[in-house]
């Protein structure tokens, strides 16, 4: 079970887990990489989700700004939740643009290792998505933006034991390639420390897939 602990730097293989678009994630992640001080570090993230939102983020951000402004214009009330939540979706996460710095800035390797596939699926119909109309709906309707919390989800499998989402067929074939993207890596640079940061359910690892590498699991949210 992974939990909040001292970084051992004897270790070769840390897995660092986060809550994704968690507003203390820019603080943390720079202590603790830097902490830990790798040699190379991988990211639960794919190129093509890199690659859509460079080339769609400021067309869809746009489109989020002008149907908001509309709106006010009209003297209807929206939520700001709700707005965030649309543009968090399209935004670079903050873990790729933090990694992205601290690399560049010391030269070290940094790897998207997660599946294109399933990032292809899950983008697909983002026009869609943020159709003008549908936009309006989501920023208007009841209740939008007040989602469950993912840090709540967090603490209570983290301290109780208690699973909010099953481990999923979709995590098992991406957790069992990216596993096997880091041994590669790992039998390519022997001698490197080696830092994975993906998303905090990745953690639990029910399969063991990533146990042939001996990681040491950190949670880094108190």
Known sequence: MAATIDVDLGRRFYMLGVIHRDERNRALLRQWIAGIGPDVVTLEFTNYGLMFRKENREIYKKRIDEIAKKLKNDKRSYNEAAKGDLESFINMPDEYEIVSE???????????????????????D???????????????EKGAGNGYSEAAMARLFFKSGLKGVPYDDEMYVRDRYMADRLSLLMKHSPEKRFLHITGWRH????????A???????????
Do not use: W
């Open 102 to 124: 601290y690399c560049a800035e010391r030269q070290i390797p940094f790897y998207l290792i997660d599946m294109d596939l399933f990032s292809y699926l899950k983008l697909r």
């Open 126 to 140: 983002t026009e869609e998505l943020f159709d003008a109309g549908n936009v309006e709906r989501l920023l208007t």
């Open 212 to 222: 042939p590498l001996n990681p040491l699991k950190v949670f880094p949210y108190g």
């Open 203 to 210: 953690l639990e690892d029910p399969h063991g897939l990533y």
